[in-house]
């Protein structure tokens, strides 16, 4: 599986993003997909994720009910939509997958995208 992250910028506090992972390979379905993000100095920390089917998300405290996790598999693609930006929501966002991933454990998931950089000014 390899994925494609996309969607960041600089977006004002309040403001939204919609960030997007294009996954490739027959199998993404069966695939858990989640997002972390990894602030300057700081350890990557998990934002959301997704059940293989969609039908289970989890989210970070720190983002939940501003974010929302959803995917599409038809088309391939897991979206993070963002809203009620906060300036320490700046970070590299990384969406990843895992065929038996724990949600929140970044060690349990096999793929991961390059990142995309999504800056919040104040």
């Known amino acids: 599986v390899q994925l494609q992250a996309s969607g960041g910028g600089l977006v004002q506090a309040g403001g939204s993003l919609r960030l997007s992972c294009a996954a490739s390979?027959?199998?993404?379905?069966?695939?858990?997909m989640g997002w972390f993000r990894q602030a300057p100095g700081q350890e990557r920390e998990f934002v959301a994720s997704?059940?293989?089917?969609?039908?289970?998300?989890y989210y970070a405290d720190s983002v939940k009910g501003r974010f929302t996790i959803s995917r599409d598999i038809g088309k391939n693609t897991v979206l993070l939509q963002m809203n009620g930006l906060k300036p320490e929501d700046t970070a590299v966002y990384y969406c990843a997958a895992g065929s038996v991933a724990i949600p929140g454990l970044d060690g349990s998931y096999d793929y991961w995208g390059q990142g995309t950089q999504v800056t919040v000014s104040s």
């Open positions: 997704v059940s293989w089917n969609g039908g289970s998300t």
């Open positions: 390979g027959r199998t993404f379905s069966r695939y858990f």
